[in-house]
């Protein structure tokens, strides 16, 4: 009988996670290294890094830090070199960092376009590049990019932010198929509305806030550690047969055309 429990274990597996300073990538970051993986915790703020990699330690994890700009092709190369210099092999590589600027398509200016799509999408290729690399030559490995709800559902001002969060399932899905031979999965995770420092502002709009979080059908926001838990998922032999995949979690957003409005009861 297959062991279950030992598929989510990653004791003794290898990981770099980037954007690993603050939200999605900090708690990815906590969670591989909770089930036992040795982390790299990369961001452009090597402080915010750091203060990751001292979260880990304080509760019995292994990790190190290091800098590195996800929308640079050099940092980002530079960053596969030391996790081969600290590793002997890597079994797990996640990228989260991305970029919304919040305009419509006729506000859009070229310093604007540039910005996005050099993190969101130009980045995630370098990151492909760079670790898929690596897992092609040892035959095996488990890359997972940040996707969005907003991949497939939209609002006026974030079509461009949109556009790029789609590109990257469809970067996800020609990786696989590409590099699935050698043994190396591909997969991104989409979620919707998340609590970290970054939406921290929301919670000073009741209206706005609680609009969003009636979107979905838990009618709540969702916590960083509730998407890191679907990175750890993927980054596991649990997950040994998936690839080519964008697993959304989302709180049930992208099942429900609009906000559950006019519901008071429920037939039993």
């Not at 770099?16 to 970051?29: E, R, T």
């Not at 490995?141 to 709800?149: E, F, Q, R, Y």
């Amino acid at each position: 009988m297959t062991d279950y429990r030992k598929l989510f274990d990653l004791t003794g597996k290898t990981a770099v996670v980037l954007g690993a300073a603050s939200g999605i990538g900090k708690s990815s970051a906590e969670a591989l290294a909770s089930l036992g993986a040795s982390v790299l915790c990369a961001d452009r703020s090597e402080a915010g890094a750091q203060a990751t990699v001292a979260a880990i330690r304080e509760r019995g994890g292994s990790a190190e830090a290091a800098a590195c700009d996800a929308a640079n092709a050099a940092d980002v190369a530079a960053l596969a070199k030391t996790a081969m210099q600290k590793f002997p092999r890597l079994d797990i590589a996640v990228t989260t960092p991305g970029l919304n600027i919040r305009k419509t398509i006729l506000d859009y200016t070229e310093e604007d376009l540039d910005r996005v799509i050099n993190l969101n999408i130009k980045g995630t290729v370098w990151f492909f590049q760079a670790f898929g690399r690596i897992m092609v030559e040892q035959k095996g490995g488990s890359l997972i990019a940040c996707s969005s709800v907003r991949a497939v559902t939209i609002e006026p001002g974030l079509a461009v932010y949109g556009s790029t969060k789609a590109a990257i399932g469809l970067l996800v899905q020609g990786f696989a198929s590409e590099v699935g031979r050698f043994g190396v999965r591909v997969n991104a995770i989409a979620p919707s509305i998340v609590e970290t420092a970054l939406t921290a502002p929301f919670k000073q709009r009741p209206d706005i806030y609680n609009l969003y979080a009636g979107h979905t059908v838990f009618n709540r926001w969702s916590s960083a550690d509730e998407v890191a838990t679907a990175v750890a998922y993927l980054a596991s032999d649990a997950a040994s047969y998936v690839s080519g995949s964008t697993l959304f979690v989302d709180g049930g957003w992208t099942a429900v055309d609009g906000p559950p409005t006019g519901l008071t009861q429920l037939s039993k």
